[in-house]
């Protein structure tokens, strides 16, 4: 074995390539999601929902914040779908009506106040189990990105599902501000309140052990 050979280093690895910021299956998402949007805004006009109005307008700021967060981070394009659907799931959860004879919870006849299974599950709390599970997700892979780490730790997995949580905590507090300024909001009460929060964290925990059995595996 020569010199030259023991004190040349080794060819450094090929880093792994930034995802782009704007491919196919990205155009594809931005485009479903602004055709319900529009449907959605449209809804609310002509039913007069102030309430979805509302929520409209909070969907545009959060999607605003996510450009901001796939921008620095390039997030897959799986992660912007989840994320689409969980704002498809919430725009039909408040606009579309249940038949009459479908079991609700309040006094307003939408998808929402679905009863899933009478007096244990409903529609809203799927929802906001899957939603603030997509969220942990979002927080991983921020996490991922911004420390460089590519296998998920329990401590940094337990970080990624309490920033899930926090999330969930400020949909809370939208939900809350929505009450105090529109009137008849189909948020629910304190029992209510307590059972999203059941759910984020539901959601939030689950997010984490799949993210670790997943990228374990890989």
């Known amino acids: 074995m020569s010199y030259q050979s023991l004190t040349t280093s080794a060819p ?14 990205i155009a594809l998402v931005a485009a479903c999601t602004s055709l319900y949007l529009l449907g959605a805004l449209l809804a609310a006009l002509l039913t007069g929902n102030r309430e979805f109005i ?78 603030f599970a997509v969220a942990t997700w979002i927080c991983w892979l921020g996490m991922s990105a911004s420390l460089g780490v590519a296998r998920p730790t329990l401590g940094l997995l337990f970080l990624a599902a309490l920033a899930g949580m926090g999330l969930g905590a400020l949909n809370e507090v939208v939900e809350f501000i929505a009450t105090l300024t529109l009137p008849n909001t189909n948020v629910g009460g304190y029992v209510n309140t307590g059972w999203d929060l059941v759910a984020n964290t539901t959601g939030a925990t689950l997010a984490a052990i799949l993210i670790r059995l997943r990228l374990r595996r890989g």
């Open 54 to 131: 509302f929520y409209l307008a909070t969907m545009v700021l959060i999607i605003a914040l996510m450009l901001l967060v796939h921008a620095r981070v390039r997030l897959p394009a799986a992660a912007l779908a989840a994320l689409s659907l969980w704002g498809l799931a919430h725009m039909a959860g408040g606009l579309l009506p249940v038949p009459a004879a479908w079991p609700i919870n309040g006094t307003q006849r939408v998808l929402y106040s679905l009863w899933l299974i009478p007096d244990y599950l409903k529609y809203d709390q799927v929802i906001h189990a899957y939603g």
């Open 12 to 25: 450094a690895a090929s880093p792994t390539p930034r995802r782009p910021f704007w491919n196919k299956p």
